[in-house]
Structure formats: C-alpha cells, structure tokens
C-alpha cells in the first residue's frame, strides 16, 4: 500500500498504475444486504436456486453498483491520501463489462490521470478497473473523481 504524504504528492504519479488492492470475496450476503437497502431485489441478485437453474453464470451475480460501491474498501488497501479531507466528487464515466458472480474474488487497480487546483483542494480524476479474479477481462472500468483538502 502507498502512502501520500500530502494531496500534492499525487502530482508526481499522473500516468503512472499504482499497483493491485488487496482481493475482496463478494459474498451473497453482501449482495442480499445490498439488495435489501436499495430495493433492487431482482432473481439474477438474491433468488439462490433460481440462479443456479436459469442465470448464464449457474449463481447470483451482484449489483453492478455494488461493485462500484466496493471501491470505498478497495481503494484504501491500494493507497492513502493524507489530507484534511477528502470527498467523493463522483464518477465521469462508468461500465459495467462483466458480470461478477457470487463468492468472486475481485481488486482494483488505478492510474491517475489528472491533478487540478480549485476550490481550496485538488481535484484527481483516475482511471479506476475492477479485475475478476481468473476473468479475461474486468467487471468495471471507471473514471472517477475525489477532491483532496491539504
């Protein structure tokens, strides 16, 4: 894991990959939480054995925006900011590309792609992917934003 002194530090990584997170198991019961606090209760998510009778994976797969969501405990095994704040500034660009099935192993990986001043803070946008473990491709791509208060 990497630590950055201070927000400004970030600079010195536009274009470079900061490496892997650590892996995350996506467990059903983490998809049923989900499912339960966003209403989204679709069979594909939490209907065990109807999944495994009827869903091209033979599981349940997770909600594309948990998977998304996961960047929160993903993110921090990968790096660190110090700062004096940080917010989520949100997402410019989003695709789901694989569906990850329940009990997946996945992680994440980031390259900073650019550092602006404004608004008392450093806005950094990133490139963020979230590999399936044994998949040959990823279940997201994003880019995303977070503001850095030094």
Known sequence: MRTFESPYEIRDVIGERLGSSDWLTVTQSMIDDFA???????WIHVDV???RRESPEGTTIAHGYLVMSLI???QPTLYTVKAQRTINYGINKLRFLKAVPAGARIRSSETIRAVEE???GLR???ELTIELDGADKPALVAEIVFVYFP
């Open 36 to 42: 339960n606090a966003t209403g989204d209760r679709q």
């Open 49 to 51: 054995e109807r999944a």
């Open 72 to 74: 929160g405990v993903l």
């Open 118 to 120: 404004g608004s008392g």
């Open 124 to 126: 950094v946008s990133s």
